[in-house]
């Protein structure tokens, strides 16, 4: 959904104050908490490639997801 310059705004449900709203797939990666255990750990390895992708390259956090 973030992908690239056509991608659009993702909107996150806080449990605390209004939504948020970014077009940053690390951001979006951190939200993701799965209720399966072994899917939770996919999710987390994906949510630290994200992570690892912006502070290395500050950029292509979504493509990073991707691959």
Not at 11 to 18: E, L, M, Q, R, T
Not at 34 to 44: H, S, V, Y
Request: proline fraction near 3%.
């Amino acid at each position: 959904v973030t992908l690239g310059p056509k991608g659009r705004n993702v909107v996150i449900d806080k449990s605390f104050g209004a939504p948020r709203i970014t077009k940053d797939g690390v951001t979006v990666a951190k939200e993701i908490e799965l209720e399966d255990k072994f899917e939770n750990m996919g999710a987390q390895m994906v949510r630290e490639v994200a992570s690892k992708t912006n502070d290395i390259a500050g950029d292509g956090t979504t493509t990073a997801t991707v691959l």
